[in-house]
C-alpha cells in the first residue's frame, strides 16, 4: 500500500497569509527592511508620567495614534507613542519619534510624512496615510505644549 502524499498544510499557511495581511498590509506590497525592523521592534512606545503635552490624532483609515512630549533645556528629551494601528503605523510612530527626539520644538514642527518615508526607506503608497498620521499626532502635542506655555 502507497503512503498518502504529505500535503502541505493550507490552512497554517491560509492563517499566516491572514494575519500578514492584517499586520503589514497585502502580501504583494512591499516593505523595507527599515520598515519591518520597526514594525516589531518598535521604538519609544508608551506613555511618559507627567508629560509637557500630549497629542492624539485619528487617521483616514481609524487607526489612532497619541504622543507624549517632555523637554528639557528647550529640547524634546523624551518623547513616546501609544497606537492601535498595524505594522506600518508602528513603524512611523517609532520614526517620528526618533526624528523629533533631541530636536526643538520648533525644529519638531518642520518634519513631514515625506522625511519619515525617507527615513523608513521607502512605504507602500497604501500606507503613505501612516506617515500622515505620525506627522498630525506629533503636531498635536506640539500645539498642546505651546498652550500649555502660554
Keep these: 500500500m502507497d503512503k498518502p502524499e504529505k500535503k502541505t498544510n493550507d490552512t497554517e499557511k491560509s492563517v499566516f497569509d491572514k494575519f500578514q495581511a492584517l499586520w503589514m498590509g497585502s502580501a504583494s506590497e512591499v516593505y523595507s527592511d527599515k520598515v519591518l525592523e520597526l514594525s516589531y521592534e518598535p521604538q519609544n512606545v508608551g ?6 503635552a500630549v497629542g492624539f490624532a485619528r487617521g483616514s483609515c481609524g487607526d489612532r495614534m497619541s504622543i507624549f512630549l517632555k523637554l528639557e533645556n ?15 503605523t508602528l513603524a512611523c510612530g517609532s520614526a517620528v519619534t526618533l526624528l523629533a527626539k533631541k530636536r526643538t520644538p520648533f ?4 518634519i513631514y510624512p515625506q522625511h519619515i518615508v525617507r527615513y523608513l526607506d521607502g ?8 506617515a500622515v498620521l505620525a506627522v498630525q499626532t506629533l503636531k498635536k502635542a506640539l500645539e498642546n505644549l505651546n498652550e500649555s506655555e502660554e
Design 47 to 52: 506613555e511618559i508620567n507627567n508629560p509637557d
Design 74 to 88: 528647550g529640547f524634546i528629551a523624551d518623547i513616546k507613542f501609544l497606537t492601535d494601528g498595524c505594522g506600518a
Design 107 to 110: 525644529e519638531a514642527t518642520k
Design 123 to 130: 512605504l507602500p503608497s497604501s500606507h503613505l496615510h501612516c
